[in-house]
């Protein structure tokens, strides 16, 4: 299924793709760091499972400082859509109580969908 590039998804994959870059060069440093035997290896096959842990470990604060603004300016476009889309129900839901209200002073039974 085709889903329309928004400007919400255009920001969350703005985000999304600088966060993978952050991780990606904390890999590269961690991998750098065990391979050169400044930081202990994993043991036995777990090396690269450390690597990807040590190198989540390190990427997340780094992220959470660096891309403050990106992140928050990514949070106000899902905001603002969802609060589109609460607006969208409730209108409906208004629209549905005023049919249901019109028919219940008509006499008629409300109708169950």
């Known amino acids: 299924m085709f889903v329309p590039l928004t400007e919400e998804w255009i920001e969350m994959l703005r985000y999304t793709l600088m966060r993978l870059g952050i991780f990606a060069g904390c890999f590269v440093v961690v991998w750098g760091l065990v391979y050169s035997g400044i930081v202990p290896r994993g043991y036995g096959a777990s090396n690269g499972m450390w690597l990807v842990l040590l190198s989540l470990v390190i990427s997340a ?41 019109a028919a219940r002073s008509q006499g008629q039974a409300p109708q169950a969908s």
């Open 61 to 101: 604060p780094i992220s959470f400082v660096v891309l403050r603004k990106e992140r928050d300016r990514a949070s106000v476009k899902v905001v603002q859509r969802v609060d589109r889309i609460k607006a969208g129900f409730e209108a409906s839901a208004a629209q549905e109580d005023g049919a249901d209200d």
